[in-house]
């Protein structure tokens, strides 16, 4: 039985990326929480694609003009993630 709370780093990336996007079960979220718990990189991950994710939707929600950025909004992006990873 605890085997199954026990995943390996990609299963944790994995359901982190489905999690950020409201698409991850219970059962995948308890796994993961107890991966995060353990390992410390797969917890940087998850903090780094939340960052990601919000800056982008931020970014791309004042955009008028959909999914296209210049390269004057891409700077933006890369400066803003940049500033709050670090």
Same mark, same amino acid.
């Given at each position: 039985?605890?085997?199954?709370?026990?995943?390996?780093?990609?299963?944790? /990336?994995?359901? $982190? &990326? +489905?999690?950020?996007? %409201?698409?991850?079960?219970?059962?995948?979220?308890?796994?993961?929480?107890?991966?995060?718990?353990?390992?410390?990189?797969?917890?940087?991950?998850?903090?780094?694609?939340?960052?990601? /994710?919000?800056? $982008? &939707? +931020?970014?791309?929600? %004042?955009?008028?003009?959909?999914?296209?950025?210049?390269?004057?909004?891409?700077?933006?992006?890369?400066?803003?993630?940049?500033?709050?990873?670090?």
């Amino acid at each position: 039985m605890i085997n199954k709370f026990f995943i390996n780093c990609d299963e944790a /990336t994995a359901i $982190c &990326n +489905k999690n950020q996007y %409201k698409e991850a079960s219970i059962w995948g979220k308890l796994k993961l929480g107890t991966h995060l718990f353990i390992c410390k990189k797969c917890g940087q991950y998850s903090k780094q694609n939340v960052i990601i /994710t919000n800056v $982008c &939707n +931020k970014h791309l929600s %004042k955009s008028n003009k959909g999914d296209v950025l210049c390269n004057k909004e891409k700077e933006e992006l890369q400066t803003e993630i940049t500033k709050r990873i670090n």
